[in-house]
């Protein structure tokens, strides 16, 4: 890296959307969609990051202190922001068993799940969460349909430094 550049923080947010349980199971979804719009690194995010780092801080994100939450608020994202926006609609959900991923690939992979009962609403908005602080790392806006009662979305965010 030559000196004048500087490490990126890059992300990939996929949706998997499946029309049941038994659509699911069968690793069927009727669309699978990449998030492309970016999202943004929140400032209490970034912190946590570099006590972590630094070892002030024990609220890591493992499998059963990592969420992922959906809301359906629209409002464009900004660093000051501490959480998903929206009032009422909002769903947190945990890690999928073997999340997250991490390794020789440089990236941190999430997943969680969002059930028949879970998030039916707008999807607008997105933050990968740890349970303890109630810490958000990042925040995303980008609208992506609404989630009907008895559909399962997977989501899944691979979080790189570069």
Request: proline fraction near 1%; charge should be negative; glycine fraction near 6%.
């Amino acid at each position: 890296m030559k000196q004048e550049e500087k490490a990126k923080w890059k992300d990939s947010w996929t949706i998997e959307k499946y029309d049941s349980r038994k659509d699911f199971e069968k690793g069927k979804p009727y669309e699978v969609v990449e998030l492309k719009k970016k999202n943004i690194m929140l400032n209490s995010g970034i912190n946590e990051l570099w006590d972590i780092v630094a070892g002030d801080s024990v609220n890591v994100f493992s499998n059963d202190k990592a969420q992922i939450g959906i809301g359906d608020d629209d409002t464009v994202a900004q660093a000051t922001q501490t959480d998903l926006e929206a009032a009422t609609n909002k769903t947190y959900k945990g890690m999928e068993n073997t999340y997250p991923q991490t390794g020789s690939d440089e990236k941190m992979a999430l997943r969680a799940i969002f059930g028949e009962n879970d998030a039916n609403y707008d999807w607008r908005e997105f933050v990968v969460k740890q349970v303890d602080s109630n810490i958000c790392l990042n925040r995303l806006v980008s609208s992506q349909g609404t989630k009907a009662s008895g559909q399962v979305w997977a989501l899944n965010v691979d979080i790189t430094l570069e």
